[in-house]
Structure formats: C-alpha cells, structure tokens
C-alpha cells in the first residue's frame, strides 16, 4: 500500500504522537536546562522501526523530522513509498551495517550510525558518490551481544576512519546497557563523552527511551526515541531497541 493511499491525514493518531513528541521535547528541554545546555543542540531522531509509513507520515505532520531505522532490508520499501508521496525526513540508519549492503543504504540513509570498523567505513568510503555522515560505534560497557568498536582500540580507528574519502567522521555513538535505573548508566555516557572530547568530534549519538535524558546531560547530541513517541511495539526488537 502506498503512502498516497495510507490514513497519514488521520487526525486522532496525528494527535497523540504530537502529544508524544512535545513530550520528549519537552523532557529534552528540563534535561538541558539541568546540564545549562540550548535544546536546539540536541536532535531528536524517531526511530521508527517495525512500524508502518502510515504512521511515519502521522509522525512527519506532527512535526518530528529526524527518523531511524534499524535494518537497511525493512527501510528501504517504506522510505521509498515516502519519498513518492512527498515526505522526505532525514533518515538515519542506528542499526547495525553489513559490508553487502552498503551500496543500498547510502541509497536510503543520510547518516550512518553504527559503523563499527574501518573495513565497513573503507567499503562506505569506496561506494559513496558524495561525503556521508557517520558515526563510530563504540561498545563502551564492552557487552558480548553488542556491536562497536572496543574503547581502547576506538581513538586509532577514529583516526582511521577519519582520513578515509568521503567519509565525514561526525562522532561517536554508543547503546548503553539496559538498566531499571537510567543513573546506572550515566558512567557509560561520561566514558564516549570523555572519548569524544579526546577526539575532537563533533557529536554524541547515545541515549534512548529508558535514558535519554541522562544522555542530554551528558552532552548526547543526537538522542535515538523509538518507544516514547511511537508506544510498544509487538515484539522486543534487535538490539538497538529504543
């Protein structure tokens, strides 16, 4: 089905996820009011995965203009029908990015999140007609089941990565470890902002539903929000659930 077709004008969902995005917003704001931060520095990205172009397109009327998705295969169809009717967001890709599908997603995506090697930024480096935004992944609570690159290894392959063609090293980017407390993981935060800082990046990719607002006070520039604009999703996702 496409975009043109879908109930993207239905106004009661419009409603409840502008209701949901100032909410953030507004989180954001007192988050950065804490940390004597301006909330223009801070980009609120939706990821929306798993979830229809429908709602997409709701979410784009209501306002919110940054999107994320995981998986370059589910995206692609969706983003495509959107550019058809007209909605063209920017997309970030916050998942994990495999060397074979590097060709579609400079393709789809604006921003790389979660690049995690040289060989995979060597291959976007080789495949991109233009410079493309990434960001370094780095595994900073060093989880067996999570991807990015190990911290002590993470300030050589930066400069790497860096050097590559058109490849714009814009930051780091981290997935904290799920925790009841989001103070548990404000160590993590610290440790990429510290990396960050070191490096003389730009920006910081971390924080989502459970934590994002320790992030901001942190210093995250870009906060990854899936669950609290879009609600629950029918099943757990990958990884990077948000």
């Keep these: 089905m496409t975009v043109a077709a879908l109930p993207a004008g239905d106004a009661a969902e419009r409603r409840v996820l502008a209701a949901r995005i100032a909410a953030v917003r507004a989180r954001i704001e007192a988050a950065c009011a804490r940390a004597g931060r301006d909330p223009g520095a801070v980009t609120l990205v939706g990821v929306s995965k798993t979830h229809s172009a429908a709602t997409i397109a709701a979410a784009h009327a209501a306002g919110l203009r940054d999107f994320g998705e995981n998986r370059v295969q589910e995206a692609g169809p969706k983003i495509e029908s959107l550019r058809a009717a007209g909605v063209s967001p920017v997309w970030h890709l916050v998942g994990h990015l495999q060397t074979n599908k590097v060709r579609a997603a400079l393709g789809l995506f604006a921003i790389l999140h979660g690049v995690d090697s ?4 060597a291959a976007i480096s080789r495949a991109a007609p233009r410079p493309v935004r990434v960001f370094l992944q780095v595994n900073v609570a060093e989880e067996a089941s999570k991807h990015g690159a190990d911290p002590a290894a993470a300030p050589a392959l930066a400069e790497r990565i860096a050097r590559l063609p058109n490849v714009d090293l814009a930051g780091l980017m981290t997935v904290a470890p799920r925790a009841d407390n989001p103070e548990d993981v404000r160590p993590v935060f610290q440790r990429l902002r510290m990396l960050r800082d070191a490096l003389g990046l730009r920006d910081l990719s971390m924080g989502m539903t459970d934590d994002f607002e320790v992030a901001v006070e ?23 659930e948000p």
């Design 218 to 240: 942190e210093r995250a520039t870009l906060v990854r929000v899936g669950r609290a604009i879009f609600g629950e999703r029918p099943a757990a996702g990958a990884e990077e």
């Design 118 to 121: 040289e060989r995979l930024a």
